[in-house]
């Protein structure tokens, strides 16, 4: 029956578009919606996050004074320019640097390689392997800490070198942290076992979310586990290793307890970091404006590293 009305499926229905006070007002009653629900957080985010940020910043450009009713006086780029000329600051950047580029690919590689193998059908009590292995995040740093020191003790006393004094592959016992790389070794295995845990259930629960008819396909079409390991999972988990690294980035660079509890820096702040540096210039040394400055430089490299890394990744096309 022809209506009379000559209607095309390829015609564009045009929206007019709302002025700007149309759409302020929308936004307004939108907020007034949802503001007693979020005012909590708001005022929490701006006591413990916002005015924290701010007043750091400030402080970082000050000879900041702690004392009450003390002048800090304003000092411009002086302690940005101190940080240049400081080695303690250069070992602190090397090593925060260095603990990354090692730490991070193996953290991520021994993660997901756990991951894979607990998830394969044969194996059992996967909640039970997923439990020990995210043991050590929930561990104090204190008693981990602790018991690395014992481990890589001096002398013979210590559990790693009296087994390899026994096995025969020292002949001497290694004063692992009296020497500079020795000491990093112990720092960079300290950090890889207690947060390795974290990747491991991460990609566990990713790996469980892709669909097995994926692999049935696979099967069928003549892919073996390596095939289908390369051509499934691992474009499937693209989102997740991105999420992964770039948290993975970030803890490697706010490394602090695993510097502190067992070498604090030592020995003679050659394995210092920069979060050990900024806690002991704080509040050993009493320079606020410096480890202020020193905070906020690492700040900005934390942002521009996971901002670029987010902005790379999110022009790559996943399946």
Request: glycine share 8%; charged share 10%.
């Amino acid at each position: 029956m022809d209506s009379g009305l000559n209607t095309n499926k390829h015609d564009v229905v045009i929206i007019p578009k709302k002025s700007f006070a149309e759409r302020f007002k929308i936004g307004v009653k939108q907020w007034a919606q949802v503001f007693p629900f979020i005012i909590l957080g708001l005022i929490g985010a701006g006591i413990f996050v916002i005015y924290p940020l701010i007043k750091g910043i400030i402080m970082s450009f000050q000879d900041y004074n702690i004392m009450p009713g003390a002048k800090s006086p304003f000092v411009g780029f002086e302690n940005y320019q101190k940080a240049f000329s400081d080695p303690a600051f250069k070992y602190a950047v090397r090593n925060t640097f260095l603990n990354t580029v090692v730490t991070v690919p193996i953290n991520w590689f021994l993660g997901l390689f756990f991951a894979v193998l607990i998830n394969l059908q044969f194996i059992k009590y996967k909640i039970t392997f997923r439990t020990l292995y995210y043991l050590p995040i929930i561990t104090s740093w204190i008693v981990v800490a602790f018991l690395f020191r014992y481990l890589f003790a001096d002398g013979e006393n210590g559990l790693v070198n009296y087994t390899l004094l026994h096995l025969g592959f020292i002949d001497s016992p290694i004063g692992w942290l009296q020497n500079q790389w020795t000491a990093m070794v112990v720092i960079w295995l300290f950090h890889i076992w207690k947060t390795v845990g974290w990747t491991v259930v991460i990609y566990l629960a990713a790996l469980q979310g892709i669909s097995k008819t994926l692999y049935e396909a696979a099967s069928v079409d003549g892919a073996n586990g390596i095939k289908s390991f390369l051509h499934i999972t691992i474009p499937m988990l693209g989102p997740i290793t991105a999420f992964v690294l770039i948290n993975l980035v970030m803890g490697a660079f706010n490394i602090f307890p695993q510097v502190y509890f067992i070498t604090n820096g030592g020995p003679m702040g050659q394995t210092e970091v920069l979060q050990s540096m900024i806690y002991k210039q704080a509040f050993n040394n009493f320079n606020f404006g410096y480890s202020s400055a020193l905070g906020v430089m690492m700040g900005l490299t934390i942002f521009i590293i996971t901002y670029t890394q987010q902005k790379k990744l999110g022009r790559q096309k996943f399946m």
